[in-house]
């Protein structure tokens, strides 16, 4: 019985260890995934300050072909927007005007002023100051039931002044002209 019980014990051991195992690589595994797909939306980001870096003027017909193309294929499941939001500098508004592609609760977002949200605005500061990608706060989406899954993230890219020096905070908040954002569901982000 003394064996019997020993060999149980081992086996059980072995056993739990293997699972831990297991799961332990399951969840880096995701944990990369999530990563690599935050990248991949931060990279479509810097593409779109680029597109407006080389124009002197972007259209709402030319901003949503530009990120059509960018969100073909399956490396921006999860994605549900990207979207332009000027800096108006009488009040210092950010109202968001060109959305793709455009369904119906972003349309709806369309002339929000974006800073006037805490969330939003810390995360658009921060972005402004840092001359980077920032990401929000999870942010409840429109409509949703308050179920984390359909809770959501933003990802601002801030766009400034063309030519212009951005080697400190306060040139940077000078010479800042809007942001581009990408929004995403942590559900849709999960089962993609």
């Given at each position: 019985l003394g064996i019997t019980g020993w060999l149980w014990q081992h086996e059980h051991e072995v056993h739990e260890r293997t699972l831990r195992s297991s799961f332990d690589f399951g969840l880096r595994r995701t944990a990369a995934r999530v990563?690599?797909?935050v990248a991949s939306y931060e990279q479509m980001l810097r593409g779109v300050r680029g597109l407006y870096d080389a124009s002197d003027?972007?259209?709402a017909a030319d901003f949503a072909r530009y990120v059509d193309g960018l969100t073909t294929g399956a490396g921006f499941a999860g994605l549900r927007t990207i979207a332009y939001a000027p800096l108006q500098a009488p009040g210092q508004?950010?109202?968001?005007?060109?959305a793709a592609?455009?369904?119906d609760p972003i349309v709806r977002a369309l002339g929000q002023d974006f800073l006037a949200d805490p969330l939003r605005r810390a995360a658009m500061l921060q972005a402004r100051d840092s001359g980077s990608l920032t990401i929000t706060?999870?942010?409840p989406a429109a409509g949703s039931s308050g179920d984390a899954a359909d809770s959501g993230f933003l990802l601002f890219m801030p766009l400034y002044a063309k030519g212009t020096a951005l080697d400190t905070v306060t040139?940077?908040?000078a010479h800042l002209v809007g942001w581009v954002f990408a929004s995403f569901l942590v559900g849709d982000l999960m089962s993609s």
């Open positions: 990563e690599e797909r003027e972007v259209t508004t950010a109202p968001v005007t060109y592609p455009a369904t706060q999870r942010l040139a940077r908040r």
